[in-house]
């Protein structure tokens, strides 16, 4: 059974930092195309940053590059966001998700497992 449990959400202030984890069972991993979406309140859940597999170029929303980086650890099956230079519009239930279709990497239907989320919220 693929399980995939996040974990370091947290009520931090504006500039501070945050990492993610994401730790992954059930067979997944390496070879997965892994991403961290977000959801605010009141609005859709969104991609902010992608990787392929390790190794690979990751992808980043326009409004999180050059803040947060996505990585991997394969031999702790885990997935990581850093996340720096926060900001209160960064704000969001965060979730990691594993890619179980060939459809747009975006595309939250595109994924067929889901953590149960974390909570940042970042003050001003």
């Known amino acids: 059974q693929v399980q995939l449990v996040e974990s370091g959400g947290g009520l931090v202030q504006a500039g501070d930092s945050l990492r993610l984890s994401c730790a992954a069972s059930g067979g997944i991993f390496s070879s997965t195309h892994m991403g961290w979406f977000r959801q605010a309140p009141g609005k859709e859940r969104e991609l902010v940053a992608f990787s392929a597999w390790i190794g690979s170029v990751p992808y980043y929303a326009d409004s999180v590059r050059g803040r947060f980086t996505i990585s991997r650890d394969s031999a702790k099956n885990t997935l990581y966001l850093q996340m720096n230079g926060l900001k209160p519009e960064d704000t969001a239930v965060y979730y990691c998700?594993?890619?179980?279709?060939?459809?747009?990497?975006?595309?939250?239907?595109?994924?067929?497992?889901w953590g149960q989320g974390t909570q940042v919220t970042v003050s001003s």
């Open positions: 998700a594993a890619k179980t279709t060939s459809g747009n990497y975006r595309a939250p239907a595109s994924y067929g497992y």
